[in-house]
């Protein structure tokens, strides 16, 4: 299932790449194929027929933060596949429990 804050995420790093009405289809429908923890961040994994197969990377440096972790995010849309990275952005590594926690996002981008 899709956290409140990655479909924020989602939608703010792909807008201007796919359509609104893609992106709430993404969000809605889109099959949660996978999560993956990495020991400083995790990736999941979500397919939709409306995703485009030519390789895309959305990489607006937004962040966000919880309990004083502060992350980025990357998405990789590929062969009708979103990939959804959330890695760490500070001196503190993502924790396995992250998306558990009360992330906000900052939609300013961050140098």
């Not at 899709?2 to 809605?28: C, F, M, N």
């Not at 409306?50 to 998405?75: M, Q």
């Not at 849309?77 to 990939?83: H, K, M, T």
């Amino acid at each position: 299932m899709i956290k409140d804050y990655e479909k924020t995420v989602i939608s703010a790093l792909t807008s201007g790449i796919l359509s609104p009405s893609v992106i709430s289809h993404v969000i809605q429908e889109g099959e949660f194929l996978s999560y993956e923890y990495t020991g400083s961040g995790y990736f999941i994994s979500i397919r939709h027929p409306d995703l485009p197969d030519k390789r895309v990377v959305c990489d607006l440096p937004i962040t966000g933060e919880a309990d004083g972790i502060v992350c980025g995010f990357l998405i990789f849309i590929e062969n009708g596949r979103l990939l959804f990275e959330c890695h760490s952005w500070g001196e503190l590594e993502v924790p396995e429990d992250f998306r558990t926690r009360n992330v906000q996002i900052n939609l300013v981008p961050q140098d």
